[in-house]
């Protein structure tokens, strides 16, 4: 493996650093400020829509679309769009502006691979335009969705058209006032095989029977203006068009999307912690305690030091597992998807904690973007599988290798 960008990625990752230095760092607490003042805390402050417009024009736009999307997007490998999606998580919001922001991320590719070509028109053009915002709806309350076959959201067909009943939460995106389609995970069939009983399938949000409940905090932050919703299905009718691939599909489709999601996680927090690190230098630099700055107390530069080792780590790591995804795809890979998906939020938690300790009582307030920043690390070792289920899976499969 090259460790060294090749010129496509050095200069596109250029031109997006020089992007954040003049367009994002300087209006990051004026946007901030902007949604949490607003009318509106579900209404994307109309400052994006002026920031996403410059990234079009700057060539900056769909950059995680990879070489066989192409026609919808820029043709990068997962190894190439690395540092770039690294670059955006040192910003939590800055991925919207690039087109390239989570559950949309997921939901282009989703509708890329497995959409029909209607579906593709009547969504992932707008969406691949940003004119729009998605949602994915996978996640129950009631039962322990970290096993996705235990979900209890029926789809069932009546006629030309499908019914679905059940409730979702977590369902992130769906508070956002431009969120116009939901892709829902429930059972066609309950009695199928277990992998084959779920199916996927397209519900605009404003469909009769779909009520938005509350909108979800994760560890004490609501993410305006996207937002994760409890939403609630009481007999929604969708023609049986909406449904993509076919029936008992689901899970198939559910792996394909979420391998590039984590990864794609895993490099945004690596952005974050990567900041973290370069805000506490910045930090102990500047603080003095017990008569010397606290740059030259030992336990902040052994702390340092660590938190430096640990994020490159990561980097590599995740690096390896993009190359070994565009080499073998995304199932061959899986042992590496799990190894980081393992290891990244755990190094970003603990990278951000030391910055925040670092900060003192600042590092815990609305005048840093530290925890914030800990809150989205913190989540993500539970979305899109929690650790202990990568854990128990790369235990599994290492075991079985090594006695095949």
């Given at each position: 493996?090259?460790?060294?960008?090749?010129?496509k990625?050095q200069a596109?990752?250029?031109?997006?650093?020089a992007?954040m230095?003049?367009?994002v760092?300087?209006?990051?607490?004026?946007y901030?400020?902007a949604?949490?003042?607003?009318?509106?805390?579900?209404?994307?402050?109309?400052?994006m829509?002026?920031?996403?417009?410059?990234?079009?024009?700057?060539?900056?736009?769909?950059?995680f679309l990879?070489e066989?999307?192409?026609?919808y997007?820029?043709?990068?490998?997962n190894?190439?769009?690395?540092?770039?999606?690294?670059?955006?998580?040192?910003v939590?919001?800055?991925?919207?502006?690039?087109n390239?922001?989570?559950?949309?991320?997921?939901?282009?590719?989703?509708?890329?691979k497995?959409?029909?070509?209607e579906?593709?028109?009547?969504w992932?053009?707008?969406?691949?335009?940003?004119?729009i915002r998605?949602?994915f709806?996978m996640?129950?309350p009631a039962?322990?969705s970290s096993d996705?076959?235990?979900i209890?959201?029926s789809?069932?067909?009546?006629?030309d058209?499908?019914v679905i009943?059940g409730?979702?939460?977590?369902?992130s995106g769906a508070?956002n006032e431009?969120c116009?389609?939901?892709?829902?995970?429930?059972?066609?069939?309950?009695?199928?095989?277990?992998?084959?009983?779920?199916?996927q399938?397209?519900?605009?949000?404003?469909?009769?029977?779909?009520?938005i409940?509350?909108?979800m905090a994760a560890?004490?932050?609501y993410?305006?203006?996207?937002?994760?919703?409890?939403?609630?299905?009481?007999?929604v009718r969708?023609?049986?068009?909406?449904?993509l691939?076919?029936?008992?599909?689901?899970f198939?489709?559910?792996?394909g999307r979420?391998g590039?999601?984590r990864?794609?996680?895993?490099?945004?927090?690596?952005?974050?912690?990567?900041?973290?690190?370069?805000?506490?230098?910045?930090?102990?630099?500047?603080?003095?305690a017990?008569?010397?700055p606290l740059?030259?107390?030992q336990s902040?530069r052994e702390?340092i030091?660590?938190?430096?080792?640990?994020?490159?780590?990561?980097?590599l790591l995740?690096?390896?597992a993009?190359d070994?995804m565009d080499?073998?795809?995304?199932?061959v890979s899986?042992?590496?998807i799990a190894?980081?998906k393992?290891?990244?939020?755990?190094?970003a938690?603990?990278?951000?904690d030391?910055?925040?300790?670092?900060?003192?009582?600042?590092?815990?307030?609305?005048?840093?973007?530290?925890?914030?920043m800990?809150?989205y690390a913190?989540t993500?070792?539970?979305?899109?599988?929690?650790?202990q289920?990568?854990?128990?899976?790369l235990?599994?499969?290492?075991?079985?290798?090594?006695?095949?």
């Amino acid at each position: 493996m090259n460790f060294e960008y090749n010129e496509k990625t050095q200069a596109l990752l250029e031109k997006l650093r020089a992007f954040m230095k003049e367009e994002v760092y300087p209006i990051e607490q004026e946007y901030i400020h902007a949604v949490e003042n607003g009318e509106n805390r579900w209404k994307t402050p109309e400052l994006m829509q002026t920031l996403k417009q410059k990234a079009r024009d700057a060539g900056l736009w769909n950059l995680f679309l990879p070489e066989e999307y192409k026609p919808y997007g820029a043709g990068l490998t997962n190894a190439e769009y690395a540092p770039l999606c690294e670059e955006m998580g040192r910003v939590l919001f800055s991925s919207e502006i690039f087109n390239c922001s989570a559950p949309d991320t997921g939901n282009m590719e989703v509708l890329a691979k497995y959409g029909n070509e209607e579906q593709k028109e009547k969504w992932l053009v707008p969406l691949l335009n940003g004119e729009i915002r998605s949602a994915f709806a996978m996640t129950e309350p009631a039962v322990a969705s970290s096993d996705a076959t235990n979900i209890e959201t029926s789809i069932t067909r009546e006629g030309d058209e499908y019914v679905i009943n059940g409730k979702k939460w977590y369902t992130s995106g769906a508070m956002n006032e431009n969120c116009k389609i939901m892709i829902v995970m429930g059972k066609t069939d309950f009695d199928a095989p277990r992998h084959q009983q779920q199916s996927q399938i397209l519900v605009p949000v404003d469909t009769k029977g779909v009520t938005i409940v509350r909108p979800m905090a994760a560890m004490g932050f609501y993410d305006e203006p996207i937002g994760h919703a409890e939403v609630l299905f009481e007999n929604v009718r969708v023609p049986a068009e909406n449904l993509l691939v076919g029936e008992g599909k689901g899970f198939e489709i559910a792996q394909g999307r979420l391998g590039p999601g984590r990864i794609h996680h895993c490099m945004r927090l690596i952005g974050c912690a990567q900041r973290a690190l370069d805000m506490a230098c910045e930090r102990v630099e500047a603080r003095v305690a017990f008569g010397k700055p606290l740059a030259k107390q030992q336990s902040v530069r052994e702390s340092i030091a660590k938190m430096h080792c640990d994020i490159e780590q990561a980097r590599l790591l995740t690096l390896k597992a993009a190359d070994k995804m565009d080499r073998y795809g995304n199932k061959v890979s899986r042992d590496l998807i799990a190894a980081i998906k393992i290891v990244a939020p755990t190094m970003a938690c603990n990278v951000i904690d030391e910055s925040i300790q670092m900060h003192g009582a600042a590092g815990t307030s609305q005048d840093f973007v530290l925890s914030a920043m800990y809150a989205y690390a913190r989540t993500i070792k539970l979305a899109d599988g929690p650790d202990q289920v990568h854990m128990m899976q790369l235990g599994r499969n290492l075991i079985a290798d090594k006695n095949a």
